[in-house]
């Protein structure tokens, strides 16, 4: 009888833990999904092997009055703010040492999407220039099953100051690569002092193509 007791007990234990894995496992995969499901409407125009810049240049707009571009809030449901392990992430591709997260800027979830057991989520924002101008900043982030932040790489970055400065991007998930296309365009002409002194009929353009690869990792590694 005493040896049924404790077979009894014994199974009422491994139960217990069975459950206990069960439901932190769905638990999860909840929180993972409620990420990636809570910005469907907002879900970009894209066939989901491939993501570019195509895709989300209909959610910003060029503001011809103060001559920077501007996220299209209305199409947004809900904003976040930056919480401090993104605030103190290292960016990649971050080309201008006066960009840095901060506490004020409000950031809206373009798209989100899962490989393997990472979540990746692609956000705009638009963060302060040089000299009280605005900049539109395209980013994707990588976290872990515990939404722990992996990596960051800035996808697309625009601005028009003394030089205009865009890029165009193609992540695919298929191939879990990451291409980057840099541009900056030179319109001003400047005399010895660098003042302006007009617009250059033919503009100097200069292109920088970056590529990446997503690894098993969940991190972005740069070959080329």
């Avoid at 009422?12 to 069960?22: A, G, P, W």
């Avoid at 703010?81 to 006066?98: L, P």
């Avoid at 205009?164 to 030179?186: A, G, V």
């Avoid at 250059?200 to 690894?215: E, F, R």
Wanted: aromatic share 16%.
């Amino acid at each position: 009888m005493k040896k049924v007791k404790n077979k009894i007990y014994f199974n009422f234990i491994i139960l217990i833990v069975i459950l206990s894995c069960t439901y932190r496992t769905q638990s999860n995969e909840q929180r993972l999904d409620s990420l990636s499901t809570k910005n469907k409407e907002n879900k970009i125009d894209a066939n989901y092997k491939t993501i570019t810049s195509k895709d989300i240049a209909s959610f910003y707009y060029f503001n011809n009055r103060y001559g920077w571009y501007e996220i299209d809030t209305a199409k947004f449901k809900e904003k976040y703010y930056f919480n401090e392990q993104e605030k103190k992430a290292t960016i990649k591709e971050s080309d201008f040492a006066y960009f840095r997260l901060k506490n004020t800027y409000e950031y809206y979830v373009l798209d989100s999407f899962k490989l393997g057991k990472y979540f990746y989520k692609i956000i705009i924002f638009q963060s302060d220039g040089e000299n009280d101008t605005k900049e539109l900043q395209i980013m994707l982030n990588s976290y872990d099953e515990n939404q722990n932040l992996i990596d960051v790489i800035l996808l697309d970055q625009r601005f028009t100051f003394e030089s205009e400065y865009f890029r165009e991007f193609n992540i695919d998930l298929n191939k879990k690569s990451i291409n980057i296309k840099k541009y900056e365009i030179e319109h001003l002409i400047y005399d010895e002092n660098s003042n302006i002194i007009g617009t250059k009929q033919n503009p100097d353009t200069m292109v920088a193509i970056v590529k990446y690869q997503i690894s098993k990792q969940g991190n972005f590694k740069k070959v080329h």
